[in-house]
């Protein structure tokens, strides 16, 4: 095998430094670490400045200290192998942000907290249809298309403390409505049943058309006060 450039040193100084007039640009100190604009290289590849990088595959663990800048449309891809696309790519279009999980799996963030900052809202759906937000003075959920459905077999309206029940609903059980964590109304498979007083306000005219207790099923029993 020929050797183009050979160089051997057996003391501990640099093995090589190039200049450019009175700038070292280049140097490759005693361990074999390469600097290019770093006279004193601290790893195997020591660059100060910006790089342009195509198609480079890294194992291990790699610190960036400054900014890594990718121009809009290339994207950061994390997972799966070389050449394909099926793990996790974050990147920008132009107008917006994407993190997109392109394999078979989900996308999972596990973290403490997630915190969006006030105003800042989760979007869901192709036509931003639910929005979740806080304005710095409530917090909102809003769905503007279809029903906003919750489902649940066992749903629960507490207090912000869960110390006081506002509603209880079982499935195939009893729905419960509570009043300072007073339980006023219940159903059950025979109908309804009220604890404490219950009333109908003065009905509006002397037939009693509205605002009245009725029994039967032709509302035959007719129970109302008219002021």
């Known amino acids: 095998t020929i050797v183009g450039v ?3 040193q057996s003391g501990t100084a640099d093995i090589l430094r190039l200049y450019d007039g009175a700038s070292q640009v280049v140097t490759v100190d005693d361990q074999g670490n390469v600097g290019i604009n770093s006279t004193i290289p601290t790893a195997k590849l020591d660059v100060d400045g910006h790089t342009n990088l195509d198609n480079v595959s890294i194992a291990g663990v790699s610190t960036f200290a ?6 809009d449309n290339d994207k950061l891809q994390i997972g799966g192998s070389v050449g394909t696309v099926d793990g996790l790519e974050l990147y920008h279009d132009g107008s917006n942000s994407y993190i997109s999980e392109t ?11 997630t915190i969006f900052q006030d105003g800042k809202k989760v979007v869901l759906g192709t036509d ?10 409530h917090g909102y ?3 503007s298309t279809g029903n906003l459905r919750i489902q649940s077999d066992a749903l629960r309206l507490r207090s912000l403390t869960g110390g006081e029940n506002y509603l209880k609903a079982d499935v195939n059980g009893t729905v419960q409505l509570y009043y300072d964590n007073s339980l006023k109304l219940s159903t059950a498979g025979w109908g309804v049943q009220v604890t404490g007083i219950s009333k109908v306000i003065d009905a509006t005219d002397a037939s009693g058309a509205t605002n009245n207790f009725t029994a039967g099923t032709d509302s035959d029993l007719k129970i109302y006060h008219n002021n």
């Open 6 to 8: 050979a160089i051997t």
């Open 103 to 113: 394999g078979t799996g989900g996308l999972i963030i596990d973290a403490p907290n």
């Open 66 to 71: 400054s900014n890594v800048h990718l121009l």
């Open 128 to 137: 931003s249809d639910v929005q979740l937000y806080h304005d710095n003075s």
């Open 141 to 143: 959920i809003s769905n």
